[in-house]
């Protein structure tokens, strides 16, 4: 959508605090939900473990704060995360990772799968519709732009890792 920003200038300085605030918010919660990573839904973030995937976030910022429009896609995507993380963590923290992932996948195999099916689909497909209306109504202006690809950057994250973990779920044995 436009050039890359030198890097060391003001708005790079800019662009960089917003990616270290959004993915310092995503660790953040991440880790008040599950300090083990139990119950993260991304399999690549939990093989990488803290450690790797700290060192890889750092480079990537520091990557992402020289172009504008992916720095804000990053940065909404990362505190729709966090925003969702910390609306369970605290049950996830106080029943316990394991107990918490038990209690869901019952939850999860009691309902009705076209139920659950229909209930992501509407929480996903209304998060990508207000990203997709400022997509449209930005008439390609930098920030309504890239707040709603992060929007729906963040509504098909949670369709497919949400998607993942039930298809894992309901393929192995009871």
């Known amino acids: 959508m436009e050039d890359a ?9 800019l662009f960089l605090a917003l990616l270290i605030f959004a993915r310092a918010m995503d660790f953040l919660s991440t880790w008040i939900a599950t300090p083990n990573l139990v119950l993260e839904g991304n399999p690549i973030a939990k ?8 060192l ?6 520091f990557f ?9 896609v990053v940065s ?6 966090a925003a969702r993380n910390f609306q369970a963590a605290w049950l996830m923290r106080s ?7 038990a209690w869901h996948i019952e939850r ?4 009705p799968i076209a139920l659950y099916l229909l209930c992501l689909a509407s929480q996903t497909f209304l998060n990508a519709g207000v990203g997709a209306a400022l997509i449209y109504f930005g008439h390609l202006r930098l920030v309504p732009t890239s707040i709603g690809m992060g929007m729906v950057a963040y509504a098909v994250a949670v369709l497919f890792y949400t998607f993942l973990s039930v298809w894992r779920l309901r393929r192995s044995p009871r």
Do not use: H
């Not at 093989?47 to 700290?54: R, S």
């Not at 029943?95 to 992932?101: D, K, M, S, V």
């Open 64 to 72: 992402l704060a020289a172009w504008p429009f992916s720095a804000i």
């Open 95 to 101: 029943l316990g990772e394991e107990a918490y992932r």
């Open 108 to 111: 999860i195999q009691e309902t």
């Open 47 to 54: 093989k990488l473990g803290w450690k790797w995937g700290l």
């Open 56 to 61: 890889i976030n750092v480079v990537l910022v």
């Open 76 to 81: 909404t995507a990362s505190v729709l995360v």
């Open 5 to 13: 920003l030198p890097i060391g200038t003001p708005p790079w300085f």
